[in-house]
């Protein structure tokens, strides 16, 4: 069964410290995988697509890497205006979204001033 | 500006009645999809749809129903057969070549 994890739940962070959110997913044959950012009551944006391992993306502060198994959002020197919810997905491979995005239960950072 | 335009932003409903989610699109994207989220949980797939007059099943179906009419519109009905129909319902559609979704900013639907 395809699936996303990702951890931690929640994550608080100072103004300026850096840290990691981790997606870890199972997919047979990885057609890409995501990385969304919503804020409270919206719709996610779209942030990053990853499509192989070794792969890196970067925007402004934030960094996505991917590996075989996982992928990592990493927040440098966080302002507060990062804090929100981070999303991360894969393309299914089975099921009703056969072909479509699963999503994980996303990772809410908070960034305090 | 080309985007997903979701209406209402909040609904209230009684249990027993339909309602019809507005969910309208001036990007020209072909497929469209219904999300459903839930406190704690990521999202479902409800519905989608790749072309006009044509769309499928997701993971969540039951007790939802839609049609495509238009290009520009994919309209989500909530019916008195599901069971727990509170929730934030987002509606996306996808860039062409690419499975990267934009959303719109979401109906939050209240069983009262």
Known sequence: EDQVTQSPEALRLQEGESSSLNCSYTVSGLRGLFWYRQDPGKGPEFLFTLYSAGEEKEKERLKATLTKKESFLHITAPKPEDSATYLCAVVANYGGSQGNLIFGKGTKLSVKP | ???????????????????????EQNLNHDAMYW???????????????QIVNDFQKGDIAEGYSVSREKKESFPL?????????????????????ANVLTFGAGSRLTVL
Do not use: M
């Not at chain 2, 080309?2 to 507005?22: A, C, D, H, M, W």
């Not at chain 2, 009905?77 to 070549?97: E, H, M, R, W």
């Open chain 2, 77 to 97: 009905t909530v019916t008195s057969a599901q069971k727990n129909p509170t929730a934030f319902y987002l509606c996306a559609s996808q860039v062409p070549g």
């Open chain 2, 1 to 23: 500006d080309g985007g997903i335009t979701q209406s209402p932003k909040y609904l209230f409903r009684k249990e027993g009645q339909n309602v019809t989610l507005s969910c």
């Open chain 2, 35 to 49: 999300y459903r989220q839930d406190p704690g949980q990521g999202l479902r797939l409800i519905y989608y749809s």
